[in-house]
């Protein structure tokens, strides 16, 4: 377990704590996505042994919907831990809602409600092994090509101090804090629901349910919980749905084995499961298709009497060219009307490339051009001979882009998809049961409500953090915001 193993493509993004590159294993070709997170030993979230153990409970949540991870070492040379977790290559919600707002277009509900569900098992899943995301956000929720949602980047070494630490900067603003972080009350297991209510919000408007352009007017509204409806066009159901995951006290929110069991949920969920199944189904069928195509092809049903032995144009120069000159010369004066039927395969065609080849090496050295692809992602295979003397020219890359295997997604496998299924039908199955936990990371939570303390106290000036709560209970704070 080194940096080794892995080849670097790119940097896909950084943050206050490390970054995240794009990269490739040297051996398996497959790309992953590698978070380097640096070390701190001043805070107790950021020190090794805390980083390690957060990284070790990663390795034990395997779901479907959740970022699969794969190793994790310290890299001694820059004092950084390693995680290696797979790529998802179909962006993130953040992007989606980027790009539907630049198209002034909002999702259709039925789209919203399939990512919203697989959010939701994903969460049961984690609060079920007591275990807490802590950033959830749709710059955290991940897509394959496949659309399979897949949430990641958890609060490890990078929990609630370091969320609110940009706000500190004003670099940008946590609109998703829930109203009990805002009030000394250690994050639980319904701060995340909060959180799934505002990407579910979020989804639904294109705009997160509070903002604000400054962190006492976002402190009073979250606190508040008042925001405004969703778009009028999504339906009477998905609206209730908004409003009762974001309710001001945790213990009044749905858990999210109690969201799965709501009736909306429900349909959309036995709708998903079918979707599913038949997606599965045809994958089955297209691969056993795609079998009995090569079976039937040329290549693969060959009589005795049709075999040419005779090597290709490239491979006769190659041979030729090892030979010494008296055996190549009489090699020459052979009847080229005489071929030799020997079963025995002779040495010069040992050097032809075997026909379950899956990939070449182009110009630049990358495994970028395919031969012969038996994934799922084709329908058919070619019958045709292949053409030995043709060669592709390379590619020149332009910076930043990448080049990499169409078919290297696990989304693609009919495993994962049976997982899936098998996930998405215990998710149908599941009692509601209030699985209420808090976090013991209670010091940097309170850190994060002191800090808020400190931002109205300066804001406010001579106002006193006591008068500031009577307003809020008075409602007469947003005369000052």
Known sequence: MSMENYQTIHRLGSGSCGSVYLVRHVHSRKLFAMKKIDLDETKKTRTKEAVLKEASILSKLKHPHIVAYHESFFEETDGTLVIIQDYCDGGTLADKIIEARNKQSHFEEKQIMQWFIQIVMAVQFIHSNKVLHRDLKTENVFLTKKNVVKIGDFGIAKTLDSTIDVAKTVVGTPTYLSPELCQDIPYNSKSDIWAVGCVLYELCALSPPFDAQNIISLFYKIIKAEFEPIPSQYSVALQELTKMILVKTPEDRPSASAILNLPLIKDHLTAFIEEKKEDLQHQKVQRDTSKLSLMKSPCRNISPNSINLSPSPRAKRKHAASLSPIVAKNQALE??????????????????????????????????????????????????EIEEDIEEPSKDLSEGEVEYDDDFEDSDSDETLEEIVHQAKEAAELEPVDDFFADSQNSATLTCATILKKQCLEALESKKYEDVQKMVIADTLKNLV
Do not use: C, M, R, W
Not at 342 to 355: D, G, K, M, N, R
């Open 335 to 384: 009847s080229p009307t005489q071929p030799k039927l020997s079963p025995i395969v002779s040495p010069h065609q040992a050097e032809l490339p075997p026909l379950t080849t899956d990939l070449v090496e182009n110009g630049n050295g990358d495994e970028s051009v395919e031969q012969i692809d038996y994934s799922d992602d084709f329908d058919e295979s070619s019958g045709s």
